[in-house]
Protein backbone atom coordinates (compact mmCIF):
# COMPACT_ATOMS: atom_id res chain seq x y z
CA UNK A 1 0.00 0.00 0.00
CA UNK A 2 1.17 3.19 -0.74
CA UNK A 3 2.25 5.70 1.67
CA UNK A 4 0.06 8.93 1.11
CA UNK A 5 -3.12 6.06 0.82
CA UNK A 6 -2.11 4.93 4.33
CA UNK A 7 -1.92 8.35 5.59
CA UNK A 8 -5.04 9.09 3.98
CA UNK A 9 -6.42 6.39 5.58
CA UNK A 10 -5.28 7.87 8.95
CA UNK A 11 -6.54 11.36 8.57
CA UNK A 12 -9.70 9.97 7.24
CA UNK A 13 -10.58 7.92 10.17
CA UNK A 14 -9.27 10.90 12.66
CA UNK A 15 -11.63 13.06 10.67
CA UNK A 16 -14.50 10.75 10.91
CA UNK A 17 -14.16 10.22 14.98
CA UNK A 18 -13.86 14.12 15.23
CA UNK A 19 -16.57 14.91 13.03
CA UNK A 20 -19.33 12.37 14.79
CA UNK A 21 -18.09 13.85 18.23
CA UNK A 22 -18.15 17.53 16.75
CA UNK A 23 -21.86 17.08 15.43
CA UNK A 24 -22.83 15.43 18.58
CA UNK A 25 -21.23 18.28 21.05
CA UNK A 26 -22.68 20.87 18.61
CA UNK A 27 -26.40 19.22 18.34
CA UNK A 28 -26.56 19.11 22.59
CA UNK A 29 -25.66 23.15 22.57
CA UNK A 30 -27.59 23.92 19.90
CA UNK A 31 -30.90 21.92 21.02
CA UNK A 32 -29.98 23.29 24.90
CA UNK A 33 -30.13 26.81 23.07
CA UNK A 34 -33.53 25.73 20.88
CA UNK A 35 -35.15 24.87 24.18
CA UNK A 36 -33.66 27.81 26.04
CA UNK A 37 -34.74 30.33 23.19
CA UNK A 38 -38.63 28.74 23.02
CA UNK A 39 -38.77 29.05 27.16
CA UNK A 40 -37.95 33.01 26.97
CA UNK A 41 -40.63 33.44 24.00
CA UNK A 42 -43.14 31.43 26.05
CA UNK A 43 -42.34 33.60 29.25
CA UNK A 44 -42.49 36.32 26.94
CA UNK A 45 -45.65 35.86 26.16
CA UNK A 46 -47.24 34.97 29.89
CA UNK A 47 -45.83 38.38 30.49
CA UNK A 48 -47.38 40.47 27.61
CA UNK A 49 -50.88 38.27 29.22
CA UNK A 50 -50.22 39.78 32.96
CA UNK A 51 -49.37 43.21 31.45
CA UNK A 52 -52.86 43.20 29.78
CA UNK A 53 -54.31 42.07 32.90
CA UNK A 54 -53.20 44.53 35.06
CA UNK A 55 -54.37 47.00 32.65
CA UNK A 56 -57.27 45.92 32.21
CA UNK A 57 -58.02 45.27 35.88
CA UNK A 58 -56.38 48.92 36.99
CA UNK A 59 -57.70 50.98 34.05
CA UNK A 60 -60.30 49.35 32.11
CA UNK A 61 -62.70 48.24 34.71
CA UNK A 62 -62.18 50.97 37.44
CA UNK A 63 -63.23 53.53 34.49
CA UNK A 64 -65.79 51.75 33.51
CA UNK A 65 -67.32 51.22 36.98
CA UNK A 66 -67.35 54.69 37.49
CA UNK A 67 -69.58 55.75 34.06
CA UNK A 68 -71.89 53.07 34.98
CA UNK A 69 -74.20 51.92 37.72
CA UNK A 70 -73.72 48.44 39.71
CA UNK A 71 -75.51 46.38 38.33
CA UNK A 72 -73.68 47.31 34.82
CA UNK A 73 -71.21 44.76 32.82
CA UNK A 74 -68.54 44.90 30.05
CA UNK A 75 -67.03 41.48 29.07
CA UNK A 76 -64.05 44.12 28.41
CA UNK A 77 -63.53 45.14 32.44
CA UNK A 78 -62.89 41.21 32.72
CA UNK A 79 -58.50 40.64 32.87
CA UNK A 80 -59.04 37.32 31.81
CA UNK A 81 -61.37 38.10 28.85
CA UNK A 82 -59.30 40.92 27.56
CA UNK A 83 -55.55 38.81 28.33
CA UNK A 84 -57.50 36.16 26.04
CA UNK A 85 -58.62 38.30 23.70
CA UNK A 86 -55.40 39.88 22.96
CA UNK A 87 -53.54 37.05 22.69
CA UNK A 88 -55.96 35.43 20.32
CA UNK A 89 -55.15 38.74 18.13
CA UNK A 90 -51.49 37.86 18.61
CA UNK A 91 -51.76 34.40 17.58
CA UNK A 92 -52.96 35.08 13.90
CA UNK A 93 -49.57 36.86 13.83
CA UNK A 94 -47.93 34.09 15.28
CA UNK A 95 -50.02 30.29 15.21
CA UNK A 96 -46.53 28.91 17.15
CA UNK A 97 -47.95 30.59 20.00
CA UNK A 98 -51.24 29.12 21.84
CA UNK A 99 -52.36 31.20 25.00
CA UNK A 100 -55.49 30.12 27.22
CA UNK A 101 -56.73 30.86 30.56
CA UNK A 102 -58.86 27.60 32.51
CA UNK A 103 -60.31 27.29 35.92
CA UNK A 104 -62.16 24.46 37.94
CA UNK A 105 -65.12 26.67 38.82
CA UNK A 106 -65.46 29.43 35.42
CA UNK A 107 -67.59 32.16 35.14
CA UNK A 108 -67.55 31.37 31.04
CA UNK A 109 -67.87 27.94 30.32
CA UNK A 110 -65.47 28.15 27.44
CA UNK A 111 -62.61 28.46 30.13
CA UNK A 112 -63.27 25.14 32.06
CA UNK A 113 -60.11 23.44 32.65
CA UNK A 114 -59.59 19.83 30.36
CA UNK A 115 -58.53 16.76 32.66
CA UNK A 116 -54.77 17.29 31.77
CA UNK A 117 -55.44 21.16 33.05
CA UNK A 118 -56.90 19.94 35.82
CA UNK A 119 -53.81 18.49 36.30
CA UNK A 120 -51.97 21.53 36.81
CA UNK A 121 -54.54 23.26 38.70
CA UNK A 122 -53.95 20.72 41.30
CA UNK A 123 -50.34 20.82 41.75
CA UNK A 124 -50.60 24.30 42.17
CA UNK A 125 -53.46 23.88 44.69
CA UNK A 126 -51.51 21.20 46.76
CA UNK A 127 -48.22 23.64 46.55
CA UNK A 128 -49.28 27.46 47.79
CA UNK A 129 -45.33 28.00 46.79
CA UNK A 130 -45.22 26.66 43.37
CA UNK A 131 -45.02 29.40 41.22
CA UNK A 132 -44.52 27.76 37.16
CA UNK A 133 -44.89 24.25 35.82
CA UNK A 134 -43.56 23.66 32.85
CA UNK A 135 -42.82 20.68 30.59
CA UNK A 136 -42.99 19.04 27.14
CA UNK A 137 -46.18 17.47 25.95
CA UNK A 138 -46.90 15.68 21.96
CA UNK A 139 -44.02 13.58 19.98
CA UNK A 140 -42.76 14.28 16.64
CA UNK A 141 -44.06 17.52 15.29
CA UNK A 142 -46.82 17.83 17.22
CA UNK A 143 -44.57 18.23 20.65
CA UNK A 144 -44.90 21.29 22.11
CA UNK A 145 -43.32 22.92 25.17
CA UNK A 146 -46.00 24.56 27.95
CA UNK A 147 -45.65 26.83 30.84
CA UNK A 148 -48.42 27.05 33.19
CA UNK A 149 -48.69 29.99 35.96
CA UNK A 150 -51.52 29.54 38.54
CA UNK A 151 -53.90 32.63 38.87
CA UNK A 152 -54.25 33.50 42.54
CA UNK A 153 -57.12 35.13 44.34
CA UNK A 154 -55.46 38.32 45.03
CA UNK A 155 -57.24 41.39 45.30
CA UNK A 156 -60.76 41.67 46.74
CA UNK A 157 -61.79 43.97 43.39
CA UNK A 158 -62.08 39.99 42.34
CA UNK A 159 -64.78 39.74 44.55
CA UNK A 160 -67.54 42.04 43.12
CA UNK A 161 -68.04 39.52 40.39
CA UNK A 162 -67.00 36.36 42.09
CA UNK A 163 -68.11 35.98 45.54
CA UNK A 164 -71.92 35.69 45.40
CA UNK A 165 -74.49 35.73 42.67
CA UNK A 166 -76.35 38.30 44.83
CA UNK A 167 -73.46 40.55 45.18
CA UNK A 168 -72.23 40.24 40.94
CA UNK A 169 -73.52 42.80 38.46
CA UNK A 170 -77.05 41.60 37.32
CA UNK A 171 -75.88 41.69 33.45
CA UNK A 172 -72.78 39.38 34.21
CA UNK A 173 -75.21 36.73 36.04
CA UNK A 174 -77.97 37.02 33.53
CA UNK A 175 -75.06 36.33 30.33
CA UNK A 176 -73.44 33.68 32.08
CA UNK A 177 -75.61 32.11 34.97
CA UNK A 178 -75.50 32.35 38.81
CA UNK A 179 -74.07 28.12 38.59
CA UNK A 180 -70.67 29.07 37.68
CA UNK A 181 -67.95 31.25 38.34
CA UNK A 182 -68.32 32.19 42.32
CA UNK A 183 -67.79 31.14 45.62
CA UNK A 184 -64.05 32.14 45.42
CA UNK A 185 -62.10 33.20 47.76
CA UNK A 186 -59.10 35.57 48.52
CA UNK A 187 -55.68 33.54 48.38
CA UNK A 188 -57.22 30.48 46.31
CA UNK A 189 -56.18 29.29 43.17
CA UNK A 190 -58.75 30.15 40.89
CA UNK A 191 -57.45 29.71 37.26
CA UNK A 192 -54.21 28.96 35.03
CA UNK A 193 -52.50 31.17 32.48
CA UNK A 194 -51.34 28.43 29.80
CA UNK A 195 -48.63 29.20 27.07
CA UNK A 196 -48.05 26.31 24.62
CA UNK A 197 -45.23 26.81 21.82
CA UNK A 198 -44.44 24.39 19.15
CA UNK A 199 -40.88 23.32 19.42
CA UNK A 200 -40.63 21.93 15.79
CA UNK A 201 -39.06 25.26 14.27
CA UNK A 202 -36.56 25.53 16.94
CA UNK A 203 -35.54 22.01 16.53
CA UNK A 204 -35.43 23.02 12.56
CA UNK A 205 -33.44 25.71 13.24
CA UNK A 206 -30.97 23.68 15.33
CA UNK A 207 -30.77 21.00 13.22
CA UNK A 208 -30.04 23.08 10.35
CA UNK A 209 -27.31 25.05 11.95
CA UNK A 210 -25.50 22.06 12.94
CA UNK A 211 -25.37 20.73 9.26
CA UNK A 212 -23.95 23.67 8.41
CA UNK A 213 -21.35 23.76 11.11
CA UNK A 214 -20.62 19.79 10.19
CA UNK A 215 -20.57 20.73 5.97
CA UNK A 216 -18.38 23.71 6.75
CA UNK A 217 -16.07 21.35 8.57
CA UNK A 218 -15.93 18.71 6.56
CA UNK A 219 -15.41 20.97 3.64
CA UNK A 220 -12.25 23.18 5.16
CA UNK A 221 -10.81 18.91 5.72
CA UNK A 222 -11.61 17.67 2.40
CA UNK A 223 -9.85 20.51 1.06
CA UNK A 224 -7.10 20.67 3.30
CA UNK A 225 -6.35 16.69 3.07
CA UNK A 226 -5.96 16.85 -0.54
CA UNK A 227 -3.51 19.47 -0.43
CA UNK A 228 -1.77 17.94 2.34
CA UNK A 229 -1.56 15.00 -0.17
CA UNK A 230 -0.76 16.32 -2.95
CA UNK A 231 2.55 18.21 -1.37
CA UNK A 232 2.86 14.88 -0.03
CA UNK A 233 3.08 13.05 -3.08
CA UNK A 234 5.35 15.69 -4.60
CA UNK A 235 7.39 16.23 -2.26
CA UNK A 236 8.21 13.08 -0.30
CA UNK A 237 6.82 9.76 -1.76
CA UNK A 238 8.26 10.21 -5.35
CA UNK A 239 11.60 11.26 -4.66
CA UNK A 240 11.34 8.37 -2.59
CA UNK A 241 10.68 6.06 -4.82
CA UNK A 242 13.26 7.51 -7.22
CA UNK A 243 15.75 7.52 -4.25
CA UNK A 244 14.60 3.78 -3.87
CA UNK A 245 14.92 2.37 -7.49
CA UNK A 246 18.84 4.32 -8.02
CA UNK A 247 19.43 2.48 -4.86
CA UNK A 248 18.00 -0.64 -5.94
CA UNK A 249 19.89 -0.72 -8.94
CA UNK A 250 23.60 0.08 -7.90
CA UNK A 251 22.99 -2.53 -5.03
CA UNK A 252 22.50 -5.21 -8.09
CA UNK A 253 25.16 -3.31 -10.44
CA UNK A 254 22.35 -2.85 -13.26
CA UNK A 255 22.52 0.33 -15.18
CA UNK A 256 19.15 2.13 -15.12
CA UNK A 257 16.94 2.04 -18.07
CA UNK A 258 15.67 5.68 -19.76
CA UNK A 259 13.09 5.67 -18.26
CA UNK A 260 14.59 5.32 -14.65
CA UNK A 261 17.26 7.79 -15.35
CA UNK A 262 14.55 10.22 -16.40
CA UNK A 263 12.82 10.39 -13.09
CA UNK A 264 13.23 12.99 -10.66
CA UNK A 265 15.80 12.83 -7.78
CA UNK A 266 15.49 14.09 -4.32
CA UNK A 267 17.38 17.36 -3.81
CA UNK A 268 21.52 16.60 -2.56
CA UNK A 269 21.13 13.52 -4.92
CA UNK A 270 24.65 14.89 -6.33
CA UNK A 271 26.50 13.89 -3.27
CA UNK A 272 24.75 10.23 -3.68
CA UNK A 273 26.35 10.35 -6.75
CA UNK A 274 29.64 11.27 -5.72
CA UNK A 275 29.75 8.83 -3.00
CA UNK A 276 28.43 6.14 -6.16
CA UNK A 277 31.91 7.05 -7.76
Not at 94 to 99: D, I, S
Not at 133 to 151: F, H, K, T
Not at 217 to 225: C, E
Amino acid sequence: MRLETRFAGIIASCFVFGICTAGYISYRLEARQAREEVKQKADMVLETAMAVRAYTSEEVAVALQAMDDKGSFHAAQVPSFAAQGAMRRLAKKLPEYQYRESSLNPTNLNDRATDWEVGLLRAFQADPQRTELSGELGAGQDRQYYVARPIRMGSPACLYCHSTPEAAPRAMVARYGAANGFGWRMGDVVGLQLVRVSTAPAEAKAFNSVVVTIGSITSVFVLAAAVMLLLLRRHVTSPLEALTRVALATSLDKPLDKAQEDLPLPTGHGQFEELQR
